[in-house]
């Protein structure tokens, strides 16, 4: 096995098939930014979301996809192009995945790719015993999917962060309170449906618990865009109004299902309910300036 990717494994000290899956996606998703960045991707585009945060930021909880976004619209970089960067990165490292192009993202404004690979080999490749894999069907797929928001909307920054395992790179992403606004955007705007994405609760606490003040310019020009906001600008007040609105209309024991699958420690989610989210919306109203 490589040293680069032992190291990578011993991180997450890994015992049952689900420890080996989530480890591997991980380490998968970690070479894609690698393979993204030899590319010359992040040139062009920066990385956003719930993996972003969890890589770069040390969030708790795994995460399955990787958001990318332009840096403005109108710039004819795509997904698509970088692909062929992705699956060497990905062969040079023993990994066994097909790369794809789902959509051009025309209709959506949101272009999609998938990596896919044999659960079972690749758990091996990582160190997985033979005896653990051998339970999973040999049929399984690991898979990742890739998105790149090919219209996106205005006032984010970015920063450069450097990942230094399993090779040294560096990754351009939204900062801390862009990332935070984008969150929120999910929080108050995501259609909901009959599954409520818990995830995105989950991720609101991590930033309140670290006081990180959200772009409300950033949260503001989403808003705008995906329809949802068409008055004065976002003041912290008018925020907090709106959180209690969403939180009174959300299922927390369905937010925290949704979320527990992702989580080492389900004890987090004790506390889970529409006076615990209220309580921290009064918290980060506290913080924001």
Same mark, same amino acid.
């Given at each position: 096995?490589?040293?680069? %990717?032992?190291?990578?494994?011993?991180?997450?000290? &890994?015992?049952?098939?689900?420890?080996?899956?989530?480890?591997?996606?991980?380490?998968?998703?970690?070479?894609?930014?690698?393979?993204? @960045?030899?590319?010359? *991707?992040?040139?062009?585009?920066?990385?956003?979301?719930?993996?972003?945060?969890?890589?770069?930021?040390?969030?708790?909880?795994?995460?399955?996809? %990787?958001? *990318?976004?332009?840096?403005?619209?109108?710039?004819?970089?795509?997904?698509?192009?970088?692909?062929?960067?992705?699956?060497?990165?990905? =062969?040079? @490292?023993?990994?066994?995945?097909?790369?794809?192009?789902?959509?051009?993202?025309?209709?959506?404004?949101? =272009?999609?790719?998938?990596?896919?690979?044999?659960?079972?080999?690749?758990?091996?490749?990582?160190?997985?015993?033979?005896?653990?894999?051998?339970?999973? &069907?040999?049929?399984?797929?690991?898979?990742?999917?890739?998105?790149?928001?090919?219209?996106?909307? &205005? /006032?984010?920054?970015?920063?450069?962060?450097?990942?230094? +395992?399993?090779?040294?790179?560096?990754?351009?992403?939204?900062?801390?309170?862009?990332?935070?606004?984008?969150?929120?955007?999910?929080?108050? /705007?995501?259609? #909901?449906?009959?599954?409520?994405?818990?995830?995105?609760?989950?991720?609101?606490? @991590?930033?309140?618990?670290?006081?990180?003040?959200?772009?409300?310019?950033?949260?503001?020009?989403?808003?705008?865009?995906?329809?949802? #906001?068409?008055?004065?600008?976002?003041?912290?007040?008018?925020?907090?109004?709106? +959180?209690? =609105?969403?939180?009174?209309?959300?299922?927390?024991?369905?937010?925290?299902?949704?979320?527990?699958? *992702?989580?080492?420690?389900?004890? =987090?989610?004790?506390?889970?309910?529409?006076?615990?989210?209220?309580?921290?919306?009064?918290?980060?109203?506290?913080?924001?300036?």
């Amino acid at each position: 096995m490589n040293p680069a %990717l032992k190291d990578m494994l011993e991180i997450y000290r &890994p015992n049952t098939p689900a420890d080996y899956q989530n480890a591997a996606r991980e380490i998968v998703q970690e070479i894609t930014l690698l393979g993204l @960045w030899r590319g010359g *991707f992040f040139e062009h585009a920066s990385f956003y979301g719930g993996t972003a945060l969890r890589i770069f930021h040390g969030l708790r909880r795994f995460s399955e996809d %990787l958001d *990318f976004t332009l840096a403005e619209s109108g710039n004819e970089t795509r997904l698509e192009r970088y692909l062929t960067s992705v699956a060497t990165e990905l =062969e040079a @490292w023993g990994f066994s995945f097909e790369a794809e192009s789902k959509t051009g993202g025309g209709a959506t404004g949101i =272009e999609s790719a998938f990596l896919k690979g044999s659960t079972q080999l690749n758990l091996l490749h990582i160190g997985a015993p033979a005896e653990l894999a051998r339970r999973l &069907p040999s049929g399984q797929k690991l898979q990742i999917k890739l998105e790149l928001d090919i219209d996106p909307p &205005p /006032c984010a920054t970015t920063e450069v962060r450097i990942q230094l +395992l399993p090779t040294p790179y560096q990754v351009k992403l939204y900062d801390a309170p862009s990332l935070f606004a984008g969150k929120l955007h999910a929080v108050l /705007c995501r259609g #909901w449906k009959n599954r409520v994405k818990g995830r995105d609760f989950y991720d609101f606490v @991590w930033y309140v618990s670290r006081k990180i003040q959200p772009n409300l310019a950033h949260l503001e020009a989403r808003m705008r865009q995906s329809g949802h #906001w068409s008055g004065g600008a976002i003041s912290p007040q008018v925020l907090m109004d709106l +959180l209690r =609105e969403s939180f009174a209309a959300i299922d927390f024991k369905q937010a925290a299902d949704e979320v527990r699958v *992702f989580l080492q420690d389900p004890r =987090e989610l004790q506390l889970w309910s529409r006076e615990f989210f209220e309580g921290l919306a009064v918290k980060m109203g506290d913080n924001v300036t």
